[in-house]
């Protein structure tokens, strides 16, 4: 709903409104080689969050403020990706989730609060159930996958695995749906 944003190997991030128009440019820096790995950009479309940069890699929020991009948030991250990676915004912009070398991880926008959850493998999809209750992570180790499953946004609470050759989830009213190969398979998620 806040549009899209496109990273780019010269470092730059440029995010377009729903119209299409550029509502955001900035080049986050910081690093020896820029480059954009992953970015994604808040429902409102105010916040832009990305992993950039090989040599000082880093995660950075920033935020439109009177035309221009302020960092809200950045950290550097030790272990370095040399690959594209997911970065996640929930509906209500509180949190953003990233993948870095290792695992998952988690900013509490309020505070700035950081939590990592070791994760193995390149996370593939994170999906949020519909009252906001419960996330899904989808992640990928050679042909295994696992389901990570974070309550109150960075709770881990459950996990399990399987083997194939290609997944997706995806979540509706109390379901999740797991795509597996040529299968799909139904879990219904209740609380009490």
Avoid: W
């Avoid at 190997?9 to 820029?34: C, L, T, V, Y």
Wanted: hydrophobic share 35%.
């Amino acid at each position: 709903k806040g549009g899209t944003v496109a990273g780019y190997a010269d470092g730059s991030i440029i995010s377009f409104d729903r119209e299409g128009k550029i509502s955001q440019k900035f080049n986050p820096g910081g690093s020896d080689i820029e480059v954009i790995l992953g970015a994604d950009i808040s429902e409102d479309g105010n916040m832009i969050a990305c992993v950039s940069g090989q040599n000082n890699q880093r995660f950075v929020v920033a935020e439109r403020n009177s035309g221009h991009s302020r960092i809200i948030f950045h950290e550097y991250l030790g272990n370095q990706l040399n690959r594209q990676t997911l970065v996640k915004f929930t509906r209500n912009s509180d949190f953003v989730y990233y993948n870095f070398k290792g695992g998952l991880g988690i900013v509490n926008l309020f505070n700035s609060a950081t939590k990592k959850i070791p994760i193995s493998g390149k996370i593939l999809q994170i999906e949020f159930s519909d009252d906001d209750k419960l996330v899904f992570v989808l992640s990928r180790d050679n042909s295994v996958f696992t389901v990570t499953v974070l309550e109150k946004n960075t709770h881990q609470m459950a996990s399990f695995n399987f083997k194939g050759e290609s997944s997706f989830i995806q979540t509706k009213g109390n379901s999740l749906f797991i795509g597996r190969d040529n299968k799909i398979s139904r879990i219904s998620i209740t609380r009490k």
